[in-house]
């Protein structure tokens, strides 16, 4: 957080001042309330809490520190829509998908928190859907219209073989660029993959083109580990074998993150984590409005108690 007048903070020393004069008046025995009968003046003194008898000035004297606070006129960073993002949702619809180790099964679960992802995202936002199994499909068209990316990702179908290499370069391609090649704005790929390339180009030799386009590359990787020791063979041989490596050195080397999704939960999370980074972009607002109602409230809390406690006999 900063200050755009951050000298006003030095009223902030006439605080403790302020206190010292209320202590001394407090050790001093001013009374605080008005006797208008001395023969009945010991009822003056009914006992009370002390911190009831104290709370009326703490809550002025907190008031009186947030009002000086928004008077040095705070700022704090805060994530905004990015109006120039794009973002491309690229999903592996290779046949091993149709495993289960992630109930109901992997396809399933990509499908739906990759809906959900795209529901999460700022309106603002162009996103753009890529699938792949033994070839890459450019499925929507970066768009406004997030709706129809949640309609397409629904009607997705399983195909042979595994090509990384291709989506990560239809992604690419999906993007809107400049006369020199380079995206319009911040642009970012989410890759889910569970499986291993057997098809097309090897995704590490696109990787420096990703880099020099200045693409973020987020990876997910969907699935069970591999366990050689697991009874049943099919989870263990075939569909467990996700190229963990190579997707965690794609996010890597683009600034992007990696995600090893084990269960529907795990999956959830990551686009989750994705989300509350993905098509934002931080911006320094000032919030000097929240400090002044605050202290608003504070000073009309601490006039309504010490109008409360005042008592007249």
Request: glycine share 8%.
């Amino acid at each position: 957080m900063g200050f755009q007048f951050p000298l006003l903070l030095w009223l902030l020393l006439l605080i403790p001042l302020l206190v010292w004069v209320y202590w001394r008046r407090v050790q001093r025995g001013d009374a605080s309330a008005h006797v208008l009968y001395p023969n009945l003046a010991q009822l003056a003194g009914i006992a009370e809490p002390r911190w009831k008898r104290h709370l009326s000035a703490l809550l002025y004297g907190l008031a009186l520190v947030l009002a000086i606070v928004a008077l040095a006129r705070p700022q704090a960073t805060i994530p905004a829509p990015d109006n120039m993002a794009t973002v491309i949702v690229t999903l592996d619809i290779s046949l091993s998908m149709r495993a289960q180790d992630v109930e109901p099964s992997r396809i399933e679960v990509a499908k739906r928190e990759a809906q959900n992802f795209v529901r999460a995202l700022p309106d603002s936002a162009k996103v753009g859907l890529v699938s792949f199994a033994g070839y890459a499909t450019l499925e929507v068209e970066p768009t406004t219209d997030h709706q129809r990316v949640i309609d397409q990702i629904e009607l997705l179908q399983l195909a042979r073989r595994t090509a990384i290499g291709d989506g990560l370069l239809e992604s690419l391609k999906a993007i809107p660029k400049d006369d020199q090649g380079k995206p319009l704005g911040p642009s970012t790929v989410v890759l889910l993959s569970d499986g291993r390339t057997n098809s097309g180009v090897d995704p590490l030799e696109v990787t420096p083109f990703v880099k020099d386009m200045g693409v973020v590359v987020h990876t997910i990787g969907l699935g069970r580990r591999s366990n050689p020791n697991d009874p049943d063979p099919q989870w263990g041989s075939y569909w467990m074998q996700f190229d963990e490596e190579t997707l965690r050195a794609i996010a890597d080397s683009t600034g992007g993150q990696y995600y090893a999704a084990e269960s529907a939960e795990a999956l959830r999370q990551a686009y989750r984590n994705l989300g509350r980074v993905v098509g934002w972009k931080p911006q320094r607002t000032e919030v000097s409005g929240v400090f002044g109602l605050a202290a608003g409230l504070l000073l009309a809390s601490s006039l309504l108690i010490s109008n409360l406690r005042r008592r007249v006999i």
